[in-house]
Nanobody
Framework: VQLQASGGGLAQTGGSLRLSCVAS????????MGWYRQATGRQRELVAT???????QYLDSVEGRFAVSRDNVAMAAYLQMSGLKLEDTATYYC?????????WGQGTLVTVSS
């Protein structure tokens, strides 16, 4: 599975961005789609996940501001980011995780400025 992430860019504090992660094949059988981020000088952290049944989990600091979704027909996962803060600046990565495999997309840079 190849994943193509897009949608990053420059946003002001309080603004919104929508990230997309399009897969090369069906994600119907992918149990978990997730978004991670890595800021300069920091470890990669889990931002949000969504299971094939639609169960979602979020990093505490983005709860209520970000929303993860998936569209199996479109073979894609999304991360709607609102109320952006300076500390949301990072490269965002999507991940598809099965029991035995993990696939990563290339990163898409999100920069939040005041």
């Amino acid at each position: 599975v190849q994943l193509q992430a897009s949608g990053g860019g420059l946003a002001q504090t309080g603004g919104s961005l929508r990230l997309s992660c399009v897969a090369s094949t069906s994600i119907n059988s992918i149990p978990i789609m997730g978004w991670y981020r890595q800021a300069t000088g920091r470890q990669r952290e889990l931002v949000a996940t969504i299971t094939e049944t639609g169960y979602t989990q979020y990093l505490d600091s983005v709860e209520g501001r970000f929303a993860v979704s998936r569209d199996n027909v479109a073979m894609a996962a999304y991360l709607q980011m609102s109320g952006l803060k300076l500390e949301d600046t990072a490269t965002y990565y999507c991940r598809a995780r099965t029991t035995n495999f993990s696939y990563w997309g290339q990163g898409t840079l999100v920069t939040v400025s005041s």
